[in-house]
């Protein structure tokens, strides 16, 4: 099987830009969650869907979104970009996510760097 | 509020020696404490994950001792190699519904580098 996989691996935005991250999930894994990764607060859960429906949110701001559609591809969405944006963001798929404390597959990630 | 506090922050060993990373948790809902690995340019991929109803998990050069009265858990890895340089990540989430539910909590990762 292929692994989940995240396009595009680097994106450079200027402040106040808006910002899509999307991700494909392994075939048959029905969870997606993201996490960002930065090196000041390491890696921290932004949210999870699963079958199309946010099912879990982390802390942060209303900027941050996602969702995910019918083939359980998921997309993350910044908008008003700042300059904290700047980080790794992480895809990881499951099977069946919250609950179950299953196995994460990472992608490699999408590099965002706000200037 | 930082749940799970990853020691130490980076760590050099020769090959052949027995690397430790020590993790201690808060939140006595967590049920569930995997280890990832993570190399440049890569996302993180699980090592090695225990539950608390075990003391010692091993797989391959892997271990993970866990210790629930004190709410700590370690990472040991046996006669380290040069390809184990990496950054190593703990984590820790509860199968319940609480504040820690269904999303892993990670410490802040320990770079381990395995001279030759």
């Known amino acids: 099987k292929a692994g989940v996989t995240q396009t595009p691996r680097y994106l450079i935005k200027t402040r106040g830009q808006q910002v899509t991250l999307s991700c494909s999930p392994i075939s048959g894994h029905r969870s997606v969650s993201w996490y960002q990764q930065t090196p000041g607060q390491g890696l921290q859960f932004l949210f999870e869907?699963?079958?199309?429906?946010?099912?879990n949110k982390g802390n942060f701001p209303g900027r941050f979104s996602g969702r995910q559609f019918s083939n359980s591809r998921s997309e993350m969405n910044v908008s008003t970009l700042e300059l904290g944006d700047s980080a790794l963001y992480l895809c990881a798929s499951s099977e069946h996510g919250q609950g179950y404390n299953e196995k994460l597959f990472f992608g490699s990630g999408t590099q965002l760097s706000v200037l | 509020q930082q749940q799970v506090k990853q020691s130490p922050q980076s760590l050099i060993v020769q090959k052949g020696g027995i690397p430790i990373i020590n993790c201690a948790y808060e939140n006595t809902a967590f049920d569930y404490f995997p280890w990832y690995q993570q190399f440049p340019g890569k996302g993180p991929a699980l090592l090695i994950a225990?539950?608390?109803?075990?003391s010692e998990k091993k797989e391959g050069r892997f271990t993970i001792s866990f210790n629930k009265s004190a709410k700590q858990f370690s990472l040991h890895i046996m006669d380290s190699q040069p390809g184990d340089s990496a950054t190593y990540f703990c984590a820790a989430s509860a199968a319940l519904p609480g504040t820690s539910y269904g999303k892993l909590t990670f410490g802040q990762g320990t770079i381990l580098t395995v001279h030759p």
């Open positions: 225990i539950r608390p109803d075990v």
């Open positions: 869907y699963f079958s199309e429906t946010q099912r």
